[in-house]
T-cell receptor
Framework: DQQVKQNSPSLSVQEGRISILNCDYT??????FLWYKKYPAEGPTFLIS?????DKNEDGRFTVFLNKSAKHLSLHIVPSQPGDSAVYFC??????????????FGQGTILTVHP | DGGITQSPKYLFRKEGQNVTLSCEQN?????MYWYRQDPGQGLRLIYY???????QKGDIAEGYSVSREKKESFPLTVTSAQKNPTAFYLC?????????????FGEGSRLTVL
């Protein structure tokens, strides 16, 4: 049972345009969401996060939007740069209890930004 | 520099052999995790440890074992009981074991069973 889904395996955009990566979740207990970026043969690196008490969090070119009623979040990258080409993972966690730092990851979306 | 070191980066194993993947961190993080990545799938949690001498099974623990004798170290053994061990293995850690914090990952170890 995939509790976090990234339904687009890949996305291709032109340099300077907006990249929008989507993520859906099914577990209502999730209340903290993160995006990770991964280059080939490397470990993922943390990009941006959002708590369920917010609906938007911005960090430079990266903005994450959360729609709790739809159980949907998205990552916007504006403007996109060739160096953004990587695999992007969406992850979710339920705070408190025994969840600690355990994250449930989506399948990932391969973003390619063309010069 | 502080970070997480995984070794070896690449490992080949014959069927029926156990193999141990090393993970060391000097971030003074409390919790450590092992994830597995397969093509087209998200990272899946194998085992995690929140304090020394204690660890918990994740979602796909069968065929794996771990130990946490020191805060800095969390080795993963892939046993012969693991039916499909060929994968990319990622070790991670977090500072705060009481809340969902961002994970810091190592560079990974790619295991191939011949």
């Amino acid at each position: 049972d995939q509790q976090v889904k990234q339904n687009s395996p890949s996305l291709s955009v032109q340099e300077g345009r907006i990249s929008i990566l989507n993520c859906d979740y099914t577990n209502s207990m999730f209340d903290y969401f993160l995006w990770y970026k991964k280059y080939p043969a490397e470990g993922p690196t943390f990009l941006i996060s959002i708590s369920s008490i917010k609906d938007k969090n911005e960090d430079g070119r990266f903005t994450v939007f959360l729609n709790k009623s739809a159980k949907h979040l998205s990552l916007h990258i504006v403007p996109s740069q060739p160096g953004d080409s990587a695999v992007y993972f969406c992850a979710a966690s339920a705070l408190g209890g025994t969840s600690y730092g355990k994250l449930t990851f989506g399948q990932g979306t391969i973003l390619t930004v063309h010069p | 520099d502080g970070g997480i070191t995984q070794s070896p980066k690449y490992l080949f194993r014959k069927e029926g052999q156990n193999v141990t993947l090393s993970c060391e961190q000097n971030l003074n993080h409390d919790a450590m995790y092992w994830y597995r990545q397969d093509p087209g799938q998200g990272l899946r949690l194998i085992y995690y440890s929140q304090i020394v001498n204690d660890f918990q099974k994740g979602d796909i623990a069968e065929g794996y074992s771990v130990s946490r004798e020191k805060k800095e170290s969390f080795p993963l053994t892939v046993t012969s009981a693991q039916k499909n061990p060929t994968a990319f293995y990622l070790c991670a850690s977090t500072l705060d074991r009481g809340a969902a914090g961002e994970l810091f990952f190592g560079e990974g170890s790619r295991l191939t069973v011949l």
